[in-house]
């Protein structure tokens, strides 16, 4: 399992936990990212913040700290 930060650019994986606490956890919860939901990264800023990722159909800009809550399992690579 990674962080949704550590997963490059174009790949998919599937939410499998959130480690935030309180409002945070809430906040991430209410953008559409809950466990077993599929995500994908789009792009990266350079400097590695934000992380932009497409969630439920829409993109999402979320911060590396955020990004850092979200634990994925990567999902193989289509051919």
Known sequence: MKTLREVPCGRKGKVSRLTGEGAVKRRIMDMGITKGVEVSVR??????????????????????AD?????????????
């Open 43 to 64: 792009k990266v800023a350079p400097l590695g913040d934000p992380v932009e990722i497409t969630v439920r159909g829409y993109e999402l800009s979320i911060r590396k």
């Open 67 to 79: 990004a850092e809550m979200i634990l994925v399992e990567l999902l193989p690579e289509e051919a």
